[in-house]
């Protein structure tokens, strides 16, 4: 599930990924993956 916009993503067709703190996370678009590596804590509850 991507943690921006809560839509669900296919892992093994994902195209947008990020590696934060060891875990991957898979995104929708680029905008979404942007929106995460600028602020992971906002998307992660930290």
Known sequence: I???CGMTVEVSG???THEHEGVAY???CPGC???FSDD???F???
Do not use: H, Q, T
């Open 40 to 42: 992971p804590g906002a």
């Open 33 to 35: 993956r942007k929106s």
């Open 26 to 28: 898979y995104f929708c």
């Open 2 to 4: 991507d943690p921006v």
């Open 44 to 46: 992660l509850g930290s």
């Open 14 to 16: 994902a195209r947008y």
